[in-house]
């Protein structure tokens, strides 16, 4: 197993040789296609609602303004071009370059169904995205896993030490499933259950230890550990352990209740995505 094909989907041009160094590695060495992804909203101030009379002179100005805003949008997606091409090229592997002007959250999912995984940033709070849930929308609709890289920090390597939050769900074990490729090149992998059942609730006294043997046949390095957290939700107990073990990366299923629920009350997929110290792949 290998991702093949991987798309790195942009906005902006803010954090692009880091997440594109990313994508880079999570590709299969040289035989990896990297796809570069730009998504430009429409770019349009006339017949937008905004108060004027109609004059000459308001139009002009707003044509130019628009000229302005495009002119920038299309510098930003050529810097973003270019860190493409550098990382592609120094490890000599196949890749291609994609700009793409419309519904940014529809091109995002539809372009990512093609590929094996998706890299994106996360949603920054001090420059706000033109869609700001993008990450969530791809997860939910692309039927393709997600790897989110915060917008902060440098992450020389990712997939070294891995954390993977383990609950049994459906979606606990698509993301397994996806991660394959990584976690097989992992140096050490820990399955940690949160505040699992139990024996006396139900479920196994050993949370985790079925999955990480199914793991370990397929040669990861796996160790299974289970906690019980009081003061904290599941979300910030998995960033606390990643911390305390060095992890480089957290995997985990997203989404295990409905979108609206999740909304409403938060859950281990936002408060990740919120929260991240670390990159996290996702799948659903």
Known sequence: MAFKDVIAIFTDDRRSSENLRIANEVAEPVAGHLIGLYLMAPITFLGGGLPFAGTESEVRALEA????????????????????????????????WRLVEGDVVRGAVLHARHADIAILGQNDPDHPATAPHLAESVLLGAGRPVLVVPYAGRFDQVGRFVLVGWNGSREAARALGDAMPILQKAE??????????????????????????????????????????????VGNALLSRAADLGSDLIVIGGYGHSRQREFVLGGVTRTLLQHMTVPVLMSH
């Open 65 to 96: 303004i628009e000229a302005e805003r495009r002119a920038n949008a299309m510098k930003a997606a050529s810097r973003v071009e270019c860190a493409l091409r550098a990382n592609a090229e120094r490890d000599g592997r196949s890749y291609e």
């Open 188 to 233: 050490k992998v820990v399955v940690l259950s949160v505040n699992p059942p139990g024996e006396h609730g139900g479920g196994s006294p050993w949370p985790g230890a079925d999955i990480a043997l199914h793991l370990a046949r397929h040669g990861v390095p796996v160790e299974a550990s289970s906690t019980v957290s009081h003061d904290i939700d």
